[in-house]
C-alpha cells in the first residue's frame, strides 16, 4: 500500500501542477499484465490517500514544501542559471 501511496503522490504533482483534472491508472498483475484501468480525479487523490491509506503524505504539505524550494534564493538562482545555459545552448545558429 505504501508503494502505491508513493506512486499516486508522483501522478498527482505532476497532475496538479499541469492542472490535469483526471488520470488514467493501469493496475498491472505480479507477472506484468494489464489487470484493470481506472480513471481517477486529480483533484480526489490527497482525501483517498488520508482516508484509506496508511496516510504517508498529504498534499498541502507537498504544496508548502515545492513552495518554500521555489522560493529559495540559492534554488532560484541554480534554476535561472540552467535556463539560461540551456537558452544559449539552443542558440547554436
Given at each position: ?14 497532475s496538479f501542477l499541469?492542472g ?7 493496475f ?6 494489464l ?17 484509506r ?9 507537498c504544496i ?5 524550494l521555489l522560493?529559495c534564493?540559492?534554488?532560484?538562482y541554480?534554476?535561472g ?5 540551456a537558452?544559449?545552448?539552443?542558440n547554436?545558429?
Amino acid at each position: 500500500m505504501v508503494t502505491f501511496e508513493r506512486k499516486l503522490m508522483k501522478f498527482w504533482i505532476q497532475s496538479f501542477l499541469l492542472g490535469v483534472p483526471k488520470i488514467i491508472v493501469g493496475f498491472r498483475t505480479p507477472d506484468g499484465f494489464l489487470k484493470r484501468i481506472e480513471e481517477i480525479d486529480t483533484a480526489s487523490i490527497p482525501g483517498t490517500v488520508k482516508r484509506r491509506g496508511k496516510g504517508t503524505w498529504d498534499g498541502n504539505m507537498c504544496i508548502n514544501f515545492a513552495s518554500e524550494l521555489l522560493d529559495c534564493e540559492s534554488f532560484s538562482y541554480i534554476f535561472g542559471r540552467i535556463l539560461t545555459l540551456a537558452s544559449l545552448e539552443g542558440n547554436d545558429n
